[in-house]
Nanobody, 125 residues
Framework: QVQLVESGGGLVQAGGSLRLSCAASGRTFSTYAMGWFRQVSGKEREFVAAISVSGGNTYYADSVKGRFTISRDNAKNTVYLQMNSLNPEDTAVYYC??????????????????WGQGTLVTVSS
């Protein structure tokens, strides 16, 4: 079973950028689609982005499309979320996730096989 450890969250001003990292343990990392969800207190966890096992296909929520970029480096067992042009509305706890389900299906359900612990991103005006 893959295990996920997130880093890179913090405080940033509106318009700024952050890069989140999710380091995975286990030699089966390259068999998992990877992605990110985010959650605001009192709200449901929402899909942000997903990437296929090879990195060849990416998927984004409309709210982040054009601003966020998901990528993965299977040699380093790491997935990234580059967040540019951040808005206060992006403030949330961001969770890394892994699933053997195809990344193309991730928008259909919030269930994931493996979750990271979450990292807080705060965007101030």
């Amino acid at each position: 079973q893959v295990q996920l450890v997130e880093s890179g969250g913090g405080l940033v001003q509106a318009g700024g950028s952050l890069r989140l990292s999710c380091a995975a343990s286990g030699r089966t990392f390259s068999t998992y689609a990877m992605g990110w969800f985010r959650q605001v207190s009192g709200k449901e966890r929402e899909f942000v982005a997903a990437i296929s096992v090879s990195g060849g296909n990416t998927y984004y929520a409309d709210s982040v499309k054009g601003r966020f970029t998901i990528s993965r480096d299977n040699a380093k067992n790491t997935v990234y979320l580059q967040m540019n042009s951040l808005n206060p509305e992006d403030t949330a706890v961001y969770y890394c996730a892994a699933d053997r389900a195809f990344a193309s299906t991730w928008t259909l359900t919030g269930y994931r096989e493996v979750w990271g612990q979450g990292t807080l991103v705060t965007v101030s005006s």
